[in-house]
């Protein structure tokens, strides 16, 4: 069995983690840590993991966490870089789930976070946590940027049209609707049930620091710098991303059907839907699994691209366990292969 140590285990995506990790057949969880909850069992702040995690929360301990095989960061930004480079020097890989060594341009993540970089050096060495884009570099890393909700789901849509060299790069636009829980669990009034039920608003459409990782990702794919438009939008619920992309195609002729078809066809979780569908939240919720749907209205040129993803699984923590996966050499979708629940 793997060890696993989670640090910052009370907030969301350390719950899933969590509740994915309790029933997977290769990973054993033997330490999580909250400096806040320090000796509070598990269950009672998560009553779902009654008699699934058998846990109390600890003081955040180096000797602990270098004992395991792996540690998961579920931190808010910033958190992680004052304490991965001492995990690391153990010999423990370190699995981020925060944007901490996500973007290569230093600067531009100081600029987009507000403060100074505590550990520039690692960034380099860190990969960027999408499967489905360097699975191969996954599986020899040490340090993983896993990748964010958002981006996650803007990335995936668009990839097989940048891969394939067929929309124009310099005008593609993202519109992404998030539930509140990709905020986290923090006390805001904004959050509150009366506040955001009923109601739905796009927000920091000037610029949102998932901005740059989005950029760079679509870079990569494209072999050439991309120009994007992104506006997050506030679903009124509880959690799951749609995400409604746009492109001009640049070869009016490709079947755009087939090329989706044929660049996820062996992508565990990456699930084309047939022609004329449009995907909803509710059918990936509480998995890992990440629907497409593609579309040429009139059969013009205009491309218009559909994903929907549970931000907390797929676009967090489920993620990050596939990147464990990729790094242990184990079957990618162990413990990961639960279907969405309904209703």
């Not at 049209?161 to 310099?170: E, K, P, R, S, Y």
Request: with cysteine; net charge negative.
């Amino acid at each position: 069995m793997i060890k696993v140590g989670i640090v910052g285990g009370t907030g969301y995506t350390g719950a899933e983690l969590l509740r994915l990790l309790a029933v997977h057949p290769y990973a054993d969880v033997v330490t999580i840590t909250s400096r806040s909850e320090a000796g509070v069992p598990v269950s009672q702040l998560y009553p779902n993991l009654r008699g699934a995690v058998d846990l109390s929360f600890a003081q955040p301990d180096i000797a602990a966490l270098a004992s395991c095989d792996v540690v998961f960061f579920a931190t808010p930004h910033g958190v992680a870089q004052s304490t991965v480079p001492e995990i690391l020097a153990t010999g423990t890989k370190v699995i981020d789930l925060s944007a901490d060594f996500r973007i290569r341009d230093i600067p531009l993540w100081e600029q987009w976070y507000g403060q100074t970089h505590a550990a520039p050096e690692l960034v380099s060495q860190a990969v960027y946590g999408l499967p489905e884009m360097n699975r191969t570099a996954i599986a020899a890393a040490d340090l993983v940027a896993c990748a964010g909700c958002y981006p996650t789901s803007v990335q995936l849509g668009f990839m097989p049209l940048l891969q394939a060299g067929c929309v124009d790069v310099t005008d593609l636009i993202a519109n992404s609707a998030s539930g509140v829980s990709g905020a986290g669990r923090q006390a805001n009034v904004a959050n509150l049930l009366s506040e955001a039920s009923d109601s739905f608003k796009a927000y920091a459409a000037s610029g949102h620091r998932h901005l740059p990782e989005i950029e760079q990702g679509l870079t990569d794919m494209a072999g050439k710098p991309v120009g994007l438009t992104f506006v997050p939008h506030l679903l009124p619920i509880n959690r799951g991303i749609h995400t409604t992309l746009y492109g001009n195609l640049t070869d009016p002729s490709v079947d755009v059907q087939s090329l989706f078809e044929q660049c996820y066809a062996d992508e565990p979780f990456v699930d084309v839907l047939p022609a004329g569908s449009h995907p909803e939240t509710r059918t990936v919720r509480g998995s890992n699994y990440c629907r497409i749907a593609v579309h040429r209205p009139e059969n013009s040129s205009k491309v218009i691209v559909l994903v929907v993803e549970d931000n907390l699984t797929k676009g967090a923590s489920g993620q990050a366990i596939q990147c464990m996966n990729l790094m242990f050499s184990m079957p990618e979708d162990a413990g990961l292969s639960a279907p969405g629940i309904v209703p």
